[in-house]
């Protein structure tokens, strides 16, 4: 997952703690996943870390957008020009 640095407390080793949740997860359960942590720092932003809780939704945004990135390199649409 490409991202800025990480803090070492989301380590263990060399696995970095989305990295584990995303492999423990199926690609849907690690949508929602994305979805509810973007909810939850979006909703919590006027009242507890403002810009920094709008910068962790960011990042929830754009692992969730990620996933269709790769979903979409693995699974192109096919060709209506090949037979």
Not at 33 to 50: A, D, F, M, P, S
Not at 60 to 77: G, H, R, V
Request: hydrophobic fraction near 30%; proline fraction near 7%; charged fraction near 25%.
């Amino acid at each position: 997952m490409n991202h800025k640095p990480v803090a070492p407390h989301y380590t263990q080793g060399s696995i970095e703690c989305i990295t584990a949740i995303k492999s423990a997860l199926t690609l849907e359960e690690f949508r929602g996943y994305c979805k509810g942590n973007i909810l939850k720092y979006v909703w919590r932003e006027r009242h507890k870390g403002q810009l920094e809780s709008l910068l962790k939704a960011r990042d929830y945004l754009n692992w969730l957008i990620e996933t269709y990135q790769l979903e979409s390199k693995c699974n192109p649409p096919p060709n209506p020009h090949e037979k």
